[in-house]
């Protein structure tokens, strides 16, 4: 991976340090930034507080609650590197890293519990374990603090993903705020999500009635340029709609942006996972258009050696994310499919 000295990844150099959020809040100086060492079960969970000038909403952006998708805490980088804090109408709070353990042991979940810290709000995760109670946790604070929450994802390790969003739906003004935010957004698709088994973050948040969506961007196992700038320039479109920081102009004219400006909308998906483990020898893309009948994905499993297809089971659908490395686990997941009417 080729970097040129402008991209490498470069946290903002900051003159305040704080040890809780409270303490920024209450004694930072307005158009500054400070970092925040906040500390959960002997964990260090680093936050970054920009105080704009003028007052305006908080909005929370966090990254690598899954420790495999880096391409987010690029972006916040990026985010805090670019902003100007005397020119922002609000304050952000910006968590690079939300997951630390798993980002240190190249996870997925962390290594504490092996417990997906995005699905500890539903009804199947035991509460006593360490993701559940970071989860409650991180969600607390967030409620606490914040107006509005981007949360970033990517492919990780074994996925890829088209750029879509996912919006937590469980509470009418939020949801109708959080779509709001997202009307400049270029996307292929945004899937609306209810709470109904998931469990994730942002349909806890939502239901305190804070907006929250969740933007995917990159995968196959490495950060690269393109999904981090999506996210980059995203953020500051959603931060322009909220009427928090001014985007540039130039960021609403790309081709990118005018071709993707009315993005799919998906209310339900089928999950697909390998029942066969091997190699993979063929895969359709992320964002493509698929038919009932179509292949989707196949294995080279072993010790068989021979080739297993994932058809396509629903009438119409838009691949919103695939399974991209060539190690394939029986079980693992393979297809995530929104389903078109
Ligand atoms: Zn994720």
């Not at 060492?37 to 704009?52: A, D, M, R, W």
């Not at 960021?251 to 993005?263: G, L, V």
């Not at 009948?293 to 919103?320: D, K, N, Q, T």
């Amino acid at each position: 991976m080729q970097q040129s000295p402008s991209e490498t990844p470069c946290f903002a150099a900051t003159h305040y340090v704080f040890d809780n959020l409270e303490e920024a809040f209450a004694q930072q100086p307005v158009a500054t930034v400070s970092r925040i060492n906040e500390t959960y079960e002997e964990q260090s969970i680093i936050l970054f507080l920009v105080k704009g000038y003028e007052t305006g909403p908080t909005v929370w952006i966090q990254a690598a609650l899954h420790g495999d998708e880096h391409d987010g805490i690029v972006a916040c980088a990026r985010l805090l590197a670019d902003i100007s804090p005397e020119e922002l109408r609000g304050n952000l709070i910006v968590c690079p890293v939300t997951n630390p353990t798993a980002l240190l042991a190249g996870t997925n979940a962390s290594p504490l519990d092996g417990v997906n810290l995005n699905r500890v709000f539903g009804q199947n995760v035991d509460p006593a374990s360490y993701s559940s109670r970071y989860g409650q946790w991180l969600a607390d604070h967030i409620t606490k603090h914040a107006d509005f929450l981007i949360d970033l994802h990517g492919g990780g390790r074994w996925l890829d993903v088209c750029p879509f969003a996912m919006v937590a739906s469980d509470h009418d003004g939020a949801f109708n705020r959080s779509m709001a935010a997202l009307s400049q957004v270029p996307l292929t698709a945004t899937f609306i999500c209810h709470d109904e088994a998931k469990g994730m973050l942002i349909n806890e948040v939502c239901k305190n009635g804070i907006p929250a969506v969740l933007l995917e961007s990159g995968g196959g196992n490495r950060w690269t340029d393109t999904a981090v700038h999506a996210h980059f320039h995203n953020i500051r479109l959603i931060l322009d709609q909220l009427g928090a920081y001014t985007a540039d102009p130039q960021q609403k004219e790309s081709e990118t942006y005018r071709a993707n400006c009315k993005p799919l909308q998906i209310r339900e998906i089928a999950e697909l996972r390998f029942l066969k483990s091997g190699i993979l020898t063929f895969s359709r893309q992320a964002g493509d258009i698929v038919r009932q009948g179509e292949e989707l994905i196949r294995v080279l499993s072993y010790p068989e050696l021979e080739e297993h297809s994932i058809i396509c089971p629903i009438a119409h659908g838009v691949i919103l994310s695939i399974h991209a490395a060539s190690t394939v686990h029986n079980g693992g997941y393979a297809v995530m499919l929104g389903k078109l009417t």
